[in-house]
């Protein structure tokens, strides 16, 4: 079978980290991140682009996470050591093709079996299979807690689909017995909760309540589409190109130092123009490499940006983070104990987008920086042990996978001309809450990159990541949206650009707001 394609180092000929267990200290580390302050910046990130990247990471990689793949890159092992960089890109796969063609909402991977195949088709919509399939919500009818609905009265199709709605006679699964065994219950289980697992292309979107919410938009705007007369093939593409032209324009235009990000545009991604020349030779064709200093340490930048609590709709003004992790199929119900036996979303919880889209302090996402949302120190949906302590399985990962500190890439970086090429002091690197933590565990001159992109930006970020994870999160994200030939950056004839779908009267998706009105998850003008 194949096991998909390794993730690659940017820097592999940086120095490698120190061999000694750094257990205790990635430990104190990561508790002295956990939120005991916000940085309020003037300009917050709405908070949707926290999930946005979430999404896009999604789309983007599967296979980082290390547990359950080699012995040796445990991170809940004994001692966390860093490995011989070979072992760690023999023993990694990245189990999407790297191309930001939206493999998560369409099902494809790498590579395709008759299984997949068959689970690609139930995707879609029986009545009409141009379009995706979308799942119903329940009607509580005004039982508690409080229910004002939130979808429009005429549309009840505002959650993903779920397993329970596609097995049974004349749908696409017979019975239990004949689903993937992912999608099985567990031997022994009676509680139907298998039936609550997202029916989607990849799982991890229904991590949270927000996340899914966000790929229940792209579900939509697929099928807006085939409403204005196209087939499957045309919308996908329409949906594919809106999204990777607002990852450009907006995604990263909002997270990224303009001045780096102008840069990176410009020159058309030259670091990771040069990381592809360097590895294309030994990638199949249509893949496209994914380094491990970006999906590993960079793009983590995102668990930052997370609130403990969020406004989130009408009903719900103060949900916790806790809250939107059991309104998943991989979480209980909360209304379970009320009586219900709820296998889909209840029609009180969908999302309200336009307080994602707020920009005011209650509202917006965490500031980019060394703290996070005190939940992330105790996930639910998760085991035990290091699993339920976010901070500390990055750095543990991030040490155990051998990634060049911080301090190595700044000296790649400058050694290829490539700017900017600013450090942060030793007083800047060790100001604030994490820096006795920082100093003690002789990180100071060998700076976890992950932590480093945090501080910098903590440090003179302004609301946005500094210009090493700039540089990092914009070459890699940029990098493969303009080496896809099938990107709407190398579509033959005139550029693309939203404005070309706007017909009929129809408005331009040149924002996440139109993205989310065009879709139907928020209210027209």
Known sequence: MD??????????????????DKKAQLGALATAMIETFSQETEDGIPAVFTYLGQFIDHDM???TNTDDVLEALRIDATLIIPQDRQLVQNGLRNMRKGSLQLDSLYGDGPFNSPESTKLQAAMR?????????LGELVRLNGAPPRT??????????????RVGAIVGPGKPFADVAALPLPLQPAPGDTSGKWKRKAFIGDS??????IVAQTHL????????????GMDFTEARQATVFHYQWLIVNSYLDEVCDRATLSSVIANKAPLYTKFLERVKPTLPLGVLPVPLEFSAAAFRFGHSMVRGVYDFNANFKDATLTQLFQFTGGGPNPVGGAGFDLETLPDNWPIDWVRFLDRAPGRRARPIDTGLASPLGDMVNETTGVFKQLAERNLRRGHVLNLPSAQ??????TNMGLEPTTELTSAQLTSGVTGSALQAGGFVDETPLWFYVLKEAEV???????????????????GLIVHDPDSYLNRTGTPWHPAQMAAGGQASITSLEALFRAAGTMAAI
């Open 3 to 20: 096991l998909g394609e390794p993730f690659v180092f940017l820097f592999p000929d940086a120095p490698p980290l120190k061999s000694e």
């Open 217 to 228: 938009a792209f579900l939509r705007l697929h099928n807006s589409f085939v409403e204005r």
């Open 408 to 413: 190595s890439v700044i000296a790649a970086l």
């Open 125 to 133: 919509d029986p009545v009409n299979p141009n379009k995706m399939l």
């Open 148 to 161: 004002e609905r939130i979808a429009p009265a005429d549309d009840n199709f505002f959650d993903l689909p």
């Open 460 to 478: 003179f970020g302004r609301g946005k990541l500094g210009p090493v994870g700039s540089r990092l999160v914009a070459e890699t994200i940029f």
């Open 204 to 209: 991890r979107n229904d991590e949270n309540l």
């Open 61 to 63: 990689t599967a296979g």
